[in-house]
């Protein structure tokens, strides 16, 4: 399925070849609210991500991650400009793990497997097996409340998982954990990214997340949000922070953010 929002009668998409971009927004502008009646939040956004990539979206806050992210779930559509997503509707995981208190981790994972069409004999096992996946095997049983944190976060990506998307959605997804359950995290998503050849979009604002995740960082610029800068990230796997080159290529570009902030403070 290609998430069709054209507004623009020449497609920017058209002449590439199929299969180069996993996701692609041309031109993408949003305003809520009626045109003209408020600053627009997102400004001419123009990205691809490549099949496979794993791209980090960074920007201070209230800059229009979310709202992106949003616009390629297809939960809100844009202003103007157009967004592809030829592999069809991306999976999505927030900071909220969201998930139904009075189901088990197995049968919150279920649901969602119900959902993508998976037969209801096989939802089990293919719980069981995205349990393993996020390293909960024979919590299956387990209710929300007997989780820590860590683990619920766990589940939810089992759960965006068991969608079935090559593309993979995350909004500050590990945000409200502790330091070192995040790296723990941080290891976890990018063995699981490389595993499955997942396409990852990855909203932050921690400049640290997004050095040591990322193989390209996509800075947006404040009211409107605009692509600022990119940085490739050729950074050997795994990542410490602590690493010179993690750590002074964070340091540029938190550099740089806070030249953002401090434009948008201006304004
Ligand atoms: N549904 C909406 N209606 C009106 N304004 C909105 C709506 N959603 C977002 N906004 C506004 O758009 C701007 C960008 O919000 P968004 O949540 O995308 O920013 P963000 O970069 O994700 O912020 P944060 O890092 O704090 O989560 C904000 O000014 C916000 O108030």
Redesign the pocket.
Known sequence: MTTALTTSPDAPGAGHPVGDFAVRLSHVHKT??RPGTAAP?LDDISLDVAPGEFVTLL??????????L?LVAGL?RPTSGTIEVPGGRPALMFQDHALFPWLTAGKNIELALRLAGVAKADRQTEAERLLELVRLTGSYKKRVHELSGGMRQRVALARSLAQGSQVLLM??PFAALDAITRDVLHDEITRIWAERQLTVLF?T?NVREAVCLAQRVVL?SSRP?RIAREWHVDLPRPRRIESAGAANLSIEITEELRGEIRRHVQH
């Open positions: 809520f609210g939040v920007g201070a806050s209230g800059c229009g991650k979310s709202t992106l949003n809100d909004d500050e909203v604002h947006l949000g």
